[in-house]
């Protein structure tokens, strides 16, 4: 980032043009330097404008992001810390890891599913080199160059009954379904898909956990994704569906097109949401409701990382569990604090929970156990 960048990043910032996570980024970057210099930030602009040059931002998107979420500071104040962005972030980041004890490591999820067909034999997706790999059951199953495995379901046999697809806890997997729909499956997740899904008026497929899709336009015959509590009917749109047994939301939220939402929680009175663009409809047992989202940070983790907006720790720890495969334990007091930022899903477990000392707790792994420990005070 050189000094333009930062400049035109502040001119967003004092014009209220950020987003979200821009506005994050600039206030606690003065927060964190705060701790660590008493200078005014005319003073401390003065002093070291001549290194505004270093790729400050680069760094931390490396690292993954430590944001808390202050109160608005001015432009000046913004201006201050920015130039200093890499000194306070790294005396912040390193000052946090020497109070976690790690028996071994663990490494992040990858690329992994299995295909079941209807006669109940299962193919495993992950062990298989690129290319166009097999055709069974008028399944085609290719992995591409990039290393990234797909399958297309080309001759269905609409009487040989569903095919299902799951990830593991550890897995992630996308899909390309025989209308040109993608699908994302993220970890912990599975989409059943029925053998009579080119010929019905609706093309309808079943979700557990979360997934992201794409739908091929087709006016005639509407996509349905059902889960447990809900259902989502679409034309043609790209959409996210949070359906996890372990949250107590369930979440749709909409980056182009329009969806309807419907509950399937049985009452006689009809709970529908219509979305729109930059929309989320939050499901639980009270209520069905609408609120306005970063739409991008919610499918955050299709792009190769976790994005976290004022979550608390048994939040972002839910995520971490389901791509690291872990089982997490909660001791001692938890902090009531919020944590807003960024955490690539390539790190190891360590490397992810060192960066979230923030929340003034202390990590523990051992096997496939994480502890997180409250410290006193809090």
């Known amino acids: 980032m050189n000094t333009n960048d930062i400049k035109e990043l502040l001119e967003r910032y004092a014009n209220n043009q950020c987003t979200a996570l821009e506005v994050a980024y600039v206030e606690s970057w003065y927060s964190e330097l705060s701790k660590y210099t008493h200078e005014t930030p005319a003073e401390t602009v003065e002093r070291d404008t001549a290194i505004s040059h270093h790729n400050v931002l680069d760094h931390i998107k490396k690292q993954a992001k430590i944001i808390a979420l202050p109160n608005r500071f001015t432009s000046i104040a913004a201006a201050a810390i920015l130039v200093m962005l890499g000194m306070g972030m790294f005396i912040y980041y390193s000052h946090s890891l020497d109070t976690n004890s790690y028996a071994n490591d663990i490494k992040p999820g990858s690329d992994q599913a299995i295909l079941t067909l209807a006669n109940g034999k299962k193919i495993n997706l992950s062990n298989a080199g690129n290319g166009n790999l097999a055709v069974q059951a008028g399944v ?208 190891t477990a360590s490397q992810a929970l060192n960066l979230l000392n923030y929340f003034n707790v202390n990590f523990k792994i051992e096997g496939k156990v994480i502890t997180v420990i409250g410290k006193k005070g809090v």
Do not use: C
Request: negative net charge; proline residues 3%.
């Open 140 to 347: 085609q199953i290719i992995k591409t160059n990039a290393g990234q495995l797909t399958f297309q379901i080309t001759n269905l046999d609409e009487s040989s009954g569903d095919y299902i697809v799951e990830t593991p806890r550890g897995g992630q997997f996308q899909i390309v379904l025989p209308d040109g729909t993608k699908v994302w499956l993220n970890a912990a997740s599975s989409l059943k898909l029925p053998s009579t899904y080119v010929s019905q008026k609706q093309r309808k497929v079943e979700l557990s956990g979360e997934a992201y899709f794409e739908v091929t336009k087709d006016k005639s015959h509407p996509f349905v994704v059902v889960t447990a509590s809900q259902e989502v009917t679409v034309l043609g749109t790209h959409f996210d569906v949070n359906a996890y047994d372990d949250e107590v939301d369930t979440k749709t939220t909409l980056l182009e097109g329009s969806v309807k939402v419907l509950a399937l929680d049985g009452s006689q009175t009809e709970k529908t949401a219509l979305l729109k663009p930059g929309e989320q409809s939050v499901l639980n047992q009270q209520s069905l409701k609408t609120v306005a989202v970063n739409a991008e940070q919610i499918v955050a983790w299709k792009n190769g990382f976790f994005q976290f907006y004022r979550a608390d720790i048994k939040t972002v720890m839910r995520q971490l569990a389901r791509w690291y495969d872990v089982q997490v334990v909660f001791e001692g007091n938890l902090p009531k604090k919020e944590f807003t930022g960024e955490i690539y899903r390539d790190l």
